[in-house]
């Protein structure tokens, strides 16, 4: 099912943040239905740093491609800014969707840009903006391939610039519309109350950020058509990495920690070690079956 035909589908869409084949794996393993490729938890895992447009477009795409070589789900990217004006928005579609990007998510900042829950942002035109998404429409192989247009205006501009800013990127042809860091259940109501039924919303749950933290099914009552995790996993896994270096740090030994990790054997069976090897005994003829 393509990501477009389940957003036809009552139930809210939840998309985990996920940044290289082994989250995308635990994640598809979990039972969820889409990812979300973050270009924040990119930054923090591949270079260890925030998330201010220090990613690259090839980084972002070499990710992507690997994350679709190890599952099948449709896949939400992070476009940033396209990485540019509108023709470097057309290359970045281009070359995510050759990776296997089922969605692509554009922002209206300046170039470079910074995490939506981060102070001193600043934005580009509207017409600008449209003029990204009208692009990358142009510049898409398939329909299938969706543009979710986002705009970070609630923290320059207001809540009210922010609607008028999504209400031209919908005219320009965006298929999703994400309006970052509402900063209260009632600025989400009113996102909802607004724009549901004529576009697909999409809503951010970023712990710690200027959003308060939803549920999936509250999201759904109130009319949202996804939501995204982006960043837990790294969050959650950079606590335990922390608990577990102070660990090995403290008695030379991952015996006191070995209760939170998996051992050698239970990784293996998580990434699918046993079935690979099965195969490559198949092709290599020393299948004893």
Known sequence: MSLRDRLSAPDIL???????????????QAGFEALYLSGA??????????????????EMADTMAL????????VIIDADT?????????????????????????EDQTYPKRCGHLADKSLIPVAEMAGKIAAMAEARAH??????ARTDAIAVEGFN???DRAEAYVAAGADVLFIEAPRSGEELATVARTFRGRVPLLANMVEGGHTPITSAADLQALGFDIVIFPGGIVRALARTAQDYYASLRAHGS????????????????????????????????????
């Open 14 to 28: 939840i998309a985990p943040g996920v940044y290289d084949g082994l989250t995308a794996a635990l994640a598809e």
């Open 41 to 58: 938890a990119v930054a923090y895992t591949r270079l260890g740093r925030p998330d201010i447009g220090l990613t690259s477009v090839s």
């Open 67 to 74: 994350v679709r070589d190890r599952t099948g789900l449709p």
């Open 82 to 106: 396209g990485f540019g004006n509108a023709l470097n928005a057309q290359r970045t579609m281009r070359l995510y969707e050759r990776a296997g990007a089922s969605a692509l998510q554009v």
């Open 143 to 148: 329909d299938t391939t969706l543009i979710i």
């Open 161 to 163: 610039a922010a609607m």
């Open 254 to 289: 991952n015996t006191p920690f070995s209760d939170r990790m998996f051992d050698f054997d239970g990784l293996n069976a998580r990434i699918g070690t046993p079935e690979m090897l099965a195969t490559g005994q198949r092709f290599d003829g020393q299948d004893k079956g």
